[in-house]
């Protein structure tokens, strides 16, 4: 039997070098239900993309904005939640580029709940490389591309 797993939610190479960073869930994250809004599950992925800009690209998600004047904003997400988080928990927001194009990149994120591991959501995100100036597509930066293969190899 042949099992077709979507290339969004098949698991990076083995030999790939993803970025991860812990997140703690705070009580503002909750909805009423005590459990972490999933718009929120979103902004960790995005937390965890800047951290990712900062250690592996060499410059902070802000100062690219800042100075550079590029941003990458989200085109396109698949995403799928497993299990929830509330109030007090950690979270291990991890990402890895799968793919580089001539202006986007495919970020890929997993949230595992630190305590046991357990994969509460994961999603793909196809972001692209846009002149905040002209909110136009354009290239994506040689250094940014390297930093972002390095990240899928």
């Not at 042949?2 to 994250?29: E, Q, S, W, Y």
């Amino acid at each position: 039997m042949l099992l077709f797993i979507p290339h969004a939610f098949r698991p990076h190479p083995f030999n790939a070098m993803p970025f991860k960073t812990r997140i703690k869930v705070r009580f503002g994250d909750a909805d009423p239900a005590g459990l972490v809004y999933y718009v929120n599950i979103f902004h960790y992925f995005h937390i965890a993309m800047e951290e990712f800009f900062a250690a592996r690209c060499g410059t902070s998600y802000e100062r690219l904005m800042a100075e550079e004047r590029i941003g990458f904003p989200t085109v396109n997400v698949q995403a799928e939640f497993f299990a929830p988080l509330v109030y007090g928990d950690e979270a291990d927001v991890e990402i890895h580029v799968s793919r580089v194009g001539e202006s986007s990149a495919t970020f890929e994120y997993s949230v595992r709940r630190t305590r046991d591991g357990l994969l509460c959501a994961r999603a793909t995100n196809v972001q692209v490389a846009m002149n905040l100036d002209t909110r136009r597509a354009v290239t994506v930066p040689d250094k940014y591309r390297r930093a972002f293969t390095d990240s899928a190899d």
